[in-house]
């Protein structure tokens, strides 16, 4: 028993170690679009919910080019600061899917799917609060969101609130 449980236990070892040298990362990603998009972004003043924002982002690959992680700060005309992390990935057709992660924690994520076609990529998605729909293009170190969100006011209405945010790379 104890020779079969020995031989066992060397056939493991042996499987993981021929295993692991098989194993192959993917390729990086190549994508115009999320090439595009690494880098630091600031933008110009925009109106969100009654005020008056600024963001700040900041887009890497991470994990061997498998991934885009956003990390952005916005600040409201009122003094808030706004923090959230997304992460975006792609597949060889462009569709995309997204996650996005904020201070309000686990009510407030969000995912997002959609498409990159060489410099623009269009999603929709949300979470239980809000909703939304829109694209953004690239073009000369300069990003233009167009977005349109759906949320219920205080009073339970759909508020339907369109804007666009210019942003200019560092």
Do not use: H
């Amino acid at each position: 028993m104890k020779t079969l449980l020995s031989l066992f236990v060397i056939a493991v070892i042996f499987m993981n170690i021929s295993y692991s040298q098989e194993i192959q990362l993917p390729p990086p990603i190549d994508n115009e679009y999320f090439t595009l998009s690494v880098g630091d972004w600031v933008s110009d003043e925009y109106e969100f919910m009654g005020m008056k924002w600024t963001d700040e982002t900041t887009v890497n690959w991470i994990l061997n080019n498998q991934f885009l992680e956003m990390k952005s700060v916005s600040t409201s005309d009122n003094g808030f600061i706004y923090k959230a992390v997304s992460y975006m990935a792609v597949d060889n057709e462009g569709n995309i899917k997204a996650w996005m992660f904020d201070l309000f924690g686990l009510q407030n994520v969000s995912e997002y799917t959609g498409k990159t076609d060489s410099s623009t990529c269009t999603m929709e998605g949300g979470n239980e609060y809000m909703k939304s729909t829109g694209t953004v293009s690239i073009e000369d170190n300069v990003t233009t969101q167009k977005m349109t969100f759906t949320y219920p006011d205080k009073e339970g209405n759909t508020v339907t609130q369109e804007m666009t945010i210019i942003s200019r790379k560092k």
